[in-house]
């Protein structure tokens, strides 16, 4: 038997025991915002052109099919570094379709024809506009104005050859009658990607699954084919996993989301996270050993510090200092079997993405840990110097630094 085949034994997994166990039918998409919805998070710093180009690579290296690379309609140096990050995916023949953020109007959408003429590729059109009801008092907008710009702006960018994705803005809190009358608008100007937004993360799981099952209902009315589907989600409630995850069971083809979940007050869907929970369950097949990567160049370059306690990428993700913990650990790792020792005390196995399990000395460690801690760095594993450095650690309020570690080795040797 081999290891695989030991782990599926050895685990009972309650996750794979309904009956209406779920597998897309059709192959999940995802569309990179980090450089677009992400930059707009009022804590980031804007990073410079030389940066944005590095974690645009790292978007294509994890497998990433689209990214937004900005909206040019904000200023010059919004249109300059949008061209460039084209001009990057053209000459690099990058795996990436990009598109760009718009208002639904054409002095937005201007300057994205500015950049795929530059770049020489197409550059899909990202138009947005507000479609709820709490929206439009607030804008003392009217439903016939919002036709008419959806009207014009999307057929001027078709005119233009850009691909057209359609998003309404809050979608998730908007009367049906009014996204049926947009959305058939778009489409009839054409518009050929729908963007369902959760704009300020009001949905649900449930309410998702309604509402793509709504918008798919006026997609077939409309009667043009190859009309797709995207889902733009939040986090202020906490759910944009959740969501995500209940929209492709509903039938969308493409998700968005963020590194690091970045993006305006509580972010937008943690592209990092999301990722490794579809590969858990096998419904991608995406490389994600360069995902680290992708996470920590998006935190230092946007200056936003990843938690040690978040989930794959912490610093402590994948460490322990408890006893129990670490032993059981231990006792797999000297069984030989790095699979099983990624997956007895954790839900995700650190070398899916490229990490690895460490075991550190603390108050509430065992001997093990110090025995563990000696034998990896090839250090005699002596009785008296485990005790010594365990009663330092049991005295400690906090994990021992390596430097702490070998002051106290470097004392008993010179004592013995």
């Not at 804007?46 to 294509?60: A, N």
């Not at 008092?137 to 919002?146: F, R």
């Not at 986090?235 to 998700?255: P, T, W």
Request: glycine content about 8%; hydrophobic content about 40%.
């Amino acid at each position: 038997m081999n290891a695989r085949g030991e782990i599926r034994e050895l685990i009972f997994d309650w996750n794979r025991e309904s009956q209406e166990l779920f597998v897309p039918s059709q192959p999940v998409e995802f569309d990179d915002e980090t450089l677009r919805d992400g930059l707009q998070s009022p804590s980031v710093n804007d990073p410079s052109i030389e940066e944005k180009l590095e974690i645009l690579h790292l978007i294509g290296d994890i497998g990433i099919q689209s990214a937004n690379i900005g909206l040019p309609g904000a200023g010059p140096r919004a249109e300059a570094d949008a061209l460039r990050l084209a001009q990057e995916i053209a000459r690099e023949g990058m795996g990436i379709f990009p598109n760009c953020a718009a208002r639904t109007m054409i002095r937005d959408v201007e300057p994205i024809v500015r950049i795929s003429q530059g770049a020489g590729i197409p550059v899909e059109a990202a138009t947005f506009i507000g479609s709820s009801p709490i929206r439009l008092y607030t804008e003392d907008w009217s439903i016939d104005k919002l036709l008419h710009h959806t009207e014009e702006a999307v057929t001027f960018a078709v005119k233009n050859d850009l691909p057209v994705m359609y998003v309404t803005e809050d979608t998730s809190r908007a009367h049906p009658d009014v996204l049926a009358k947009l959305y058939t608008t778009a489409i009839a100007c054409g518009a050929r990607r729908l963007c369902i937004a959760d704009t300020v993360g009001h949905a649900t799981p449930i309410g998702v699954r309604a509402l793509v099952k709504f918008v798919r209902g006026v997609v077939e009315k409309c009667g043009v084919p190859d009309v797709k589907i995207d889902w733009h989600g939040h986090c202020d409630r906490g759910m944009a996993i959740n969501n995500a995850l209940a929209a492709i069971e509903a039938g969308v083809s493409r998700v968005h989301g963020t590194a690091l979940s970045v993006g305006e007050r509580c972010g937008n869907l943690p592209m990092d996270l999301f990722l490794v929970n579809l590969r858990l369950l096998g419904w991608i097949e995406n490389d994600l050993t360069k995902l680290p990567a992708y996470v920590q160049k998006v935190s230092d370059a946007l200056g936003v510090p990843i938690p040690a306690n978040y989930p794959v990428f912490g610093e402590d993700a994948f460490r322990t200092a408890t006893g129990v913990h670490a032993a059981a650990v231990i006792k797999a790792m000297h069984k030989g079997d790095r699979e099983l020792a990624d997956w007895v005390y954790s839900g995700v196995p650190a070398g899916l993405v490229g990490r690895e399990q460490t075991i550190d000395i603390g108050p509430m460690s065992g001997a093990s840990n110090v025995a563990y801690w000696l034998e990896h760095r090839g250090m005699e594993v002596d009785t008296a110097l485990v005790q010594a450095i365990l009663d330092v650690a049991k005295q400690s309020k906090k994990t021992l630094k390596d430097q702490q570690i070998q002051d106290v080795i470097a004392r008993f040797r010179d004592r013995s």
